[in-house]
């Protein structure tokens, strides 16, 4: 891969194919190497996007052990399924676990500098760029169409992470205000990054943001980091929108306008057998969920139109559309 974290020409191309959008962003998460992903990226190719997020998990060479020889072999072979036509466009790019090198791994994973090293060099991130200098992957950058200034910016949710606290299945939020998702100098970072002149901001966060009503990982595990974040994101008084990846299931969230959307899996969906029994048991929502979750392979679309429309859409790997809502500038 190339081009991460870089204006690509065919934006600009873009601008005349597509008559009504300005910009048209495609996001999506969970892509394992060993699957099968040529459907999805083939639907994905007809959107015509201008940039396309990987939100976590964009490779599985985690081992219970930490040891990151499968990671290797994971990016070698993910490098040989990614589609050729991703090289012409700009890719944005923040792990998870699973390319993180341990399951639900945090700040005390012991190689996560040189995990780090091999994101770095997968996704081709020039020694001039701050990651290639500090501690954690989490990045910002402008992309400006028009005198409309979009601000994107993709968290680390795992460097810094402290521990969890309760069951792999049934995390419970902890009471210790020390305990932090961010760590304090990104913290700093990202209220720099919010105060700094834009019209829109796309918000990466690898873990959901909004969602409550379940007990894997999410921030709500660490309730004063998801109130400090909500509330800085609210006093912006700018168009938020937060991108998030990891559950395996996909949806879109509204809490007070401010917008989520989760899209996972690109290619590593439930189990039919799984998902057909939650959907008649226990199939998941949210008090801020829009309508429902899906559990097919899908995608996420982000699009901005020159009348200030932004259309935010959960497609599955045909292109269908499951959920969208829409918000203007």
């Known amino acids: 891969m190339n081009k991460l974290n870089l204006l690509s020409p065919l934006l600009f191309l873009s601008l005349f194919i597509n008559s009504e959008d300005l910009f048209i962003l495609g996001l999506g998460s969970c892509i394992d190497q060993d699957a099968d992903q040529e459907k999805i990226w083939s639907s994905i190719k007809k959107e015509r996007i201008d940039e396309f997020f990987f939100l976590g998990d964009n490779v599985y060479g985690d081992s219970k052990d930490g040891n990151l020889i499968k990671m290797r072999s994971a990016y070698k072979a993910q490098t040989k399924n990614l589609p050729t036509w991703l090289d012409e466009i700009s890719i944005n790019a923040i792990w998870d676990d699973h390319d993180y090198g341990v399951n639900d791994g945090g700040s005390d994973y012991p190689k996560k500098d040189e995990a780090q090293e091999l994101f770095l060099d997968f996704w081709n991130i020039s020694e001039t760029d701050p990651r290639s200098t500090r501690e954690g992957i989490y990045f910002s950058k402008e992309v400006d169409l028009k005198g409309i200034k979009i601000k994107v910016i993709g968290l680390d949710t795992r460097y810094f992470r402290s521990p969890l606290e309760g069951d792999k299945r049934n995390r419970t939020a902890t009471k210790d205000k020390r305990k932090t998702i961010l760590g304090k100098v990104q913290w700093k970072w990202l209220e720099n990054e919010l105060s700094k002149e834009a019209d829109m901001i796309i918000l990466a966060s690898s873990i959901q943001v909004i969602a409550n009503n379940h007990g ?46 989760t899209s996972s899996s690109l290619n590593k969906p439930l189990p039919k057998w799984l998902a057909t029994l939650w959907d008649s048991t226990k199939k998941e929502t949210d008090e801020f969920l829009l309508g429902e979750m899906f559990y097919q392979a899908n995608y996420g679309i982000i699009k901005l139109s020159k009348d200030k429309k932004i259309t935010i859409q959960l497609k599955d790997e045909d292109a269908n559309i499951l959920s969208e809502t829409f918000i203007y500038l």
């Open 216 to 261: 894997f990982e999410k921030w709500g595990n660490f309730p004063h980091e998801r109130t400090r974040l909500v509330e800085l994101l609210n006093q912006t008084k700018k168009s938020v929108i937060i991108v998030s990846g990891d559950r395996h299931k996909a949806g879109i969230y509204n809490m007070d306008n401010l917008i989520e959307i």
